[in-house]
């Protein structure tokens, strides 16, 4: 697929520079790694991840952008050099899809072990076999016991504001870890639309440069990195990962703050609430689920039925004072998984999982509904998301919906 001539892309000029631009979720990455001023990425074609190599690439070529601009023979290899570069000082980019991401298991998980705050982007798609190149959540989903920060963006300029504050958190000296953004294959990887980019004067006044300090690795700075410890430290490094992620919280919001005051938008940081003052029972996802569930949740209030929307923005850190906060006053919540998590807990996916043990404590929890739609990019449509508040409504109701099920919505008989 050759990507469409940046050059002649429309460019509306807005105030302090911003220029409007019709762009695709994978150029507005490409934006974010040319005005964050990255130095080296590395790049192995797979789809809908390799677009971004395309507009990086192009960029390069027209003169708008200077980086590194490495093309490895695998996805571990792109992996493993952009990790050594980021020790010795680099801020860098790096991403895959799907079976890519996880032939470079090995170097993710070192990554998010070495406390390298690189960031990434994951072009989500469905594991082979059988081969399908439709959004799942699975792939990047897998890091998530590793140490890794993720983030699911559901607009292109949500992609390109998350690239610039993943830079930002990955890289404060109170975190050092790994982030990886997570783009819905096919309907924000290459769906356009139009974006806000910022001046790189306004980025530079929010993003410093990369400065790894003391712990850079350099001949006059004699240091280890990647030491075998076995057992004498590996629980004490674990423990230091731990409190990492968990002033990553803190930080995240430190960033949106300035984020939302220098750009004039961001909104909040770890959720996004839709209609949810009122509600009576509430839908939650990631990404771009939150179109069509968007359209439905207006159709079914001009009925009157009360009903919000949940979406999840950070999956890592998860957001679990913000989700018993928006369901504090909620009936029943319907938890609408694009994965899946064979043998867990009521045979649910990973993100309802993760919402009941959220809600768990809370002095009266609402009941927890888990659906699973959309695998392999299969579209959600309205109808869909009607049929699952409908059940969320007969539970929140007292009816004889089983909690301990999962529903799959959508899937011939």
């Not at 072990?113 to 081969?131: E, S, T």
């Not at 009360?306 to 913000?322: D, L």
């Amino acid at each position: 697929m050759t990507p469409p001539d940046l050059a002649v892309a429309e460019k509306i000029e807005g105030p302090s520079g911003e220029t409007e631009e019709l762009i695709s979720g994978s150029e507005a990455i490409a934006h974010a790694c040319r005005l964050a001023d990255v130095d080296v990425i590395t790049a192995y074609p797979i789809r809908p991840y390799d677009t971004v190599m395309q507009y990086v690439s192009q960029m390069i070529s027209n003169g708008d952008f200077d980086c590194e601009f490495i093309v490895a023979e695998s996805e571990h290899s792109q992996f493993e050099i952009v990790k050594h570069a980021s020790v010795v000082g680099a801020r860098v980019f790096c991403g895959s899809s799907g079976v890519g991401w996880f032939y470079a298991f090995e170097a993710l998980a070192v990554t998010a072990g070495l406390r390298v705050p690189m960031v990434a982007m994951v072009g989500n798609r469905a594991l082979d076999d059988p081969g399908a190149f439709g959004v799942e959540h699975n792939d990047a989903l897998a890091v998530r016991d590793l140490g890794w920060m993720l983030n699911w963006v559901s607009t292109a300029q949500e992609a390109l504001d998350t690239a610039l504050i993943a830079y930002r958190v990955a890289e404060d000296k109170r975190v050092s870890l790994p982030c990886a953004i997570s783009c819905d294959g096919a309907f924000l990887t290459h769906s356009q639309t139009l974006v806000k980019v910022p001046s790189q004067e306004t980025v530079d006044s929010f993003l410093p440069p990369y400065d790894r300090a003391e712990k850079q690795l350099h001949p006059d700075n004699p240091i280890t990195i990647a030491p075998q410890v076995n057992e004498d430290w590996l629980m004490e490094m674990r423990r230091q990962n731990d409190m990492a992620m968990r002033r990553a919280r803190g930080v995240i919001i430190e960033v949106y703050e300035d984020f939302n005051a220098k750009f004039g938008r961001g909104g909040e940081p770890f959720i996004e609430r839709y209609m949810m003052d009122d509600a009576e029972i509430a839908l939650v996802g990631m990404g771009t689920l939150a179109m069509p569930v968007r359209v439905a949740v207006r159709k079914m209030r001009e009925q009157g039925k009360k009903v919000g929307f949940v979406r999840v923005r950070w999956f890592r850190p998860f957001p679990t004072i913000e989700l018993q906060d928006a369901f504090a006053t909620v009936h029943a919540v319907g938890v609408i998984d694009r994965d899946y998590s064979f043998g867990s807990a009521f045979h649910s996916g990973v993100l309802a999982t993760e919402v009941r043990s959220a809600l768990y404590p809370m002095e009266s929890p609402p009941k927890v509904i888990s659906f699973i739609a959309g695998l392999g990019g299969r579209e959600v449509s309205a109808d869909n998301v009607i049929e699952m508040a409908d059940m969320a409504f007969d539970a929140a109701a007292g009816g004889d919906i089983n909690e301990q099920d999962t529903h799959w919505i959508g899937v011939r008989e």
